[in-house]
């Protein structure tokens, strides 16, 4: 368990969380995707912490996941409003913005 | 009153009467409070160079007062003002007493015309006299210009005063035309002039070739204005206008206006004598070519046209000689006996409703005074001795004789013969013999209106030679007459003009003998009129259709492909907003990893 | 030791997000993310960072994925169905996902001295309270701020406009998975 593992390791779950950002169609399951990009940042921080010393790290955590949590609620608002218009949570149809 | 503010209000006074009749239509539309106005304006401008001339007999000195009006730097400055001197004096004189004595001749003349148009006519003539008074007084050349073209403008408006009429119409265009393309000459002399010598006056002390390219841009504005060929066509045709317009206008002011030009810009022109030859040779070579085609004409008025045409030659001929003193003196006796010439047979076309002296003829027994007027004017214009004519012209073939090896002096000579003859010829044959027609049965004397002002051109056209002397110290300069071999020599010739007229001509019964039918080939200025249409017919037209076309589709092609492509380019790359938020996203994804990229590379 | 422990939670964390983003069902999903989140708390306790797992465990797993099912379990269709998710993998995505991978794996392999010689004594959570209340005092009152902002913001975002805005909505559509033609909603809305 090295920094560099770790780092690599919270890169991948980051990618991972990309993949589904980009390729889900899901309102629902994109904030999943953001959740876990969300959660690969804030294992950088902790490594640091552990790695280097001192408490940002874990304080920058702690205000991470605050913001995560945040987020994830108008998210859902979000979804909510898009399901009642909509009546189904597709991203595809919010193109109001088309062209 | 300084001559000064007496110059000033010579110019006022038709100006006041033109701005009066511009903006008050009322006066206009009633016809005769608008012939008030103008004759009015005319009075107090003639009053007042009249005053002017007076004063500047004692003290000739040239005074000047002048306003800064554009101003290019600190250096550069063009005033516009006013100049009184002793040829301005007199030019004011010939001006404002030619101007009343016609306008006073159309009070009567147009009495039948409906009254807004008697009307719009007086507001024009009001207009000419502000535009001449402009020209004479101007104190540099920049202003002469303004003057000149405000005199375009007016003669385009009174040639096209029938504007219904096509051919008016078309003869007062043609008039602007010519005339304007001459004036390019004048503006561009302006703007080398300026260049060269920092100021638009015309004592400049210029380089010699200088001199010669600005003396002879000048020229080309003279050949124009002045009617010498090859920018004579529009003279004839502008015989169009009423005739006291022609009267005015195309014989004793406007026309004269070149040959002014050039006495006013004498110290230039004296710097250039290659110009001085060609104005020579040009003015000897209109002289007589214009005399020639006066010998045959029908209408009367287009004889009178082509003597001016003629005279005016003289004048620039003298000039060319380089005494501007017998070129102006020819200019004024000019004014008088040609006005007079003009008016007369205004009152014969008025008398036998028709301007072609084959419907005249014994007009004498009908019309005495009419015919003593015209008599008076042909007379002093083929140069009799005693009358204004001959000493004018005695002192202009004094100038060129010698000049260019005589011939010029040749020509004029020659020319001096056939105005005889062709004077009178209309003389004979529209006064004397047997009327031809009931028309000119029926002819009786105009009103007072127009005999009145027959009655006084009449006297200066036989009197003015008596006023060379006052005229020449007014100049500045001396003048002598003797009767030499040259002006005995020119008497002879006139005189045996006028009998070999009365031999061809004076026992016709109004008719025209069938020899000169033939000369009438060529007498046409259709030959110059239709090489200048097919120029710009063939040229002008098809160089205007290509510019035309090019500006259609490749300047508007240009501008119209731009717009189109933006459209375009813009439809196109509208296609990138898709309206789904996960292309969106992966678009900031690759910028981040693009972002990434970079950081990580430094 | 430490290594296994290691190797196994990574390992977890990583076959569960994989799972997140390709589980056909959607409450799976949510429920993969739920494994995922736990395997990241037992990183952190292995991490020394005892009280964040602790926090993450109460508000991640107890939190956000309880709000996940109950939003996922709102926006069923009447039929009850779960929506169907996507089966093909999409190659931008991938793209994009492998060139981020590769750009901070490339740059932590290309960095020296990464690995220092022995980890520091981790912070405590006496340590943390006083970190976050004394020295980042501000940062610590915006942020509550910014829940409170967020908590509003969604109250106002999905409130009921007016009573007839319900009735118009199409909400029964047909059992198909397709995602549907624009509603009417969404032609006025052009």
Known sequence: MTLSTCLVLAAALFSIGVYGLLSRRQLVAILLSVELMANAGNIVFIAFSHFRGGSLGQVFTIFSLALTVAEVVVGLALVLLLYRRHGDTQVGLASEMKG | MNVLSLALLALLAPAAAAAVLAVVPVLRRHGWPAAAVCVLGSTVSFAAALAILARSLDDPGPHQQVVPWLKASSTAVAEVGVRVDGVVAA???????????????????????????????????????????????????????????????????????????????????????????????????????????????????????????????????????????????????????????????????????????????????????????????????????????????????????????????????????????????????????????????????????????????????????????????????????????????????????????????????????????????????????????????????????????????????????????????????????????????????????????????????????????????????????????????????????????????????????????????????????????????????????????????? | METLAFSVVAACALLSAIAVVRSLDLVHAVLWLGVTLFATAALYAMLGASFIAGVQVLLYVGGVITLMIIGVMMTRRQSGAAARLERRWSEPAALAALAIFGTVTWAVVATDGLDAPAPPPAPSAADLGRALLHDHLLAFETVSMLLLAAMVGAIVISRRRDPGAVAKRPPVRAASASPVAPATSAEAAE
């Open chain 2, 91 to 602: 030019m004011l004189v010939v001006v404002t007493l030619v101007a009343l004595c016609v306008q006073v001749f159309s009070l009567g003349y147009m009495h039948d015309e409906p009254r807004p148009g008697y009307g719009r006519y007086f507001a024009y003539h009001a207009l000419f006299l502000l535009s001449m008074n402009v020209l004479v007084v101007a104190p540099n050349l920049l202003q002469l210009f303004v003057g000149w073209e405000l005199v375009g403008v007016t003669s385009y408006l009174l040639i096209g005063f029938y504007y219904r009429k096509p051919s008016a119409a078309r003869a007062a265009l043609k008039a602007f035309w010519v005339t304007k393309f001459a004036d390019m000459g004048f503006l561009i002399g302006l703007f080398v002039l300026f260049v060269a010598s920092g100021s638009f006056g015309w004592d400049a002390k210029l380089a010699p070739g200088v001199a010669t390219v600005v003396t002879l841009l000048f020229f080309l504005a003279v050949v124009g204005k002045s009617a010498q060929f090859p920018l004579h066509v529009w003279l004839p045709d502008a015989m169009e206008g009423p005739t006291p317009v022609s009267a005015l206008l195309h014989a004793a002011t406007m026309v004269a206006a070149g040959v002014f030009l050039v006495v006013r810009a004498d110290p230039l022109f004296a710097q250039a004598p290659d110009t001085r030859s060609i104005m020579l040779g040009l003015g000897a070579a209109t002289a007589l070519f214009a005399a020639c085609l006066a010998l045959v004409q029908t209408d009367i008025k287009k004889v009178l046209a082509y003597s001016t045409c003629s005279q005016l030659g003289y004048m620039i001929a003298a000039l060319g000689a380089g005494s501007a003193l017998a070129g102006f003196f020819h200019l004024t006796t000019h004014a008088f006996f040609k006005a007079l010439l003009f008016l007369a047979a205004g009152s014969a076309i008025h008398a036998v409703h028709s301007n072609d002296i084959r419907d005249m003829g014994g007009l004498a027994r009908r019309m005495p005074l009419t015919t003593a007027a015209f008599v008076a004017g042909a007379l002093a214009l083929a140069g009799i001795p005693g009358l204004s004519g001959f000493f004018s012209k005695d002192m202009v073939l004094e100038a060129v004789e010698g000049k260019l090896g005589s011939v010029p002096w040749a020509a004029l000579l020659l020319t001096a013969f056939l105005t005889a003859f062709y004077m009178g010829r209309v003389v004979f044959v529209a006064f004397f013999g047997t009327p031809s027609g009931p028309a000119a049965e029926h002819a009786h004397e105009p009103g007072w209106s127009m005999r009145g002002p027959l009655l006084v051109l009449t006297v200066l056209a036989v009197g003015a030679g008596l006023l060379a002397r006052p005229f020449a110290t007014l100049y500045g300069a001396e003048y002598h007459f003797a009767m030499g071999a040259g002006p005995t020599l020119a008497a002879a010739l006139a005189l045996g003009g006028f009998t070999l007229a009365y031999v061809v001509f004076g026992r016709a019964r109004g008719q025209e003998p069938g020899v000169t039918a033939w000369v009438a080939r060529l007498a046409e200025t259709s030959a110059i009129d239709r090489f200048y249409e097919l120029t710009y017919r063939r040229v002008a037209l098809v160089v205007a259709d290509g510019l035309g076309w090019f500006d259609r589709y490749v300047v508007d092609g240009l501008i119209n492909v731009l717009g189109y492509s933006t459209l375009e380019a813009g439809s196109r790359v509208r296609g990138i907003q898709t309206g789904f938020a996960p292309d969106y996203v992966l678009a900031a994804m690759l910028g981040v990893v693009g972002l990434a990229f970079w950081a990580v590379l430094r």
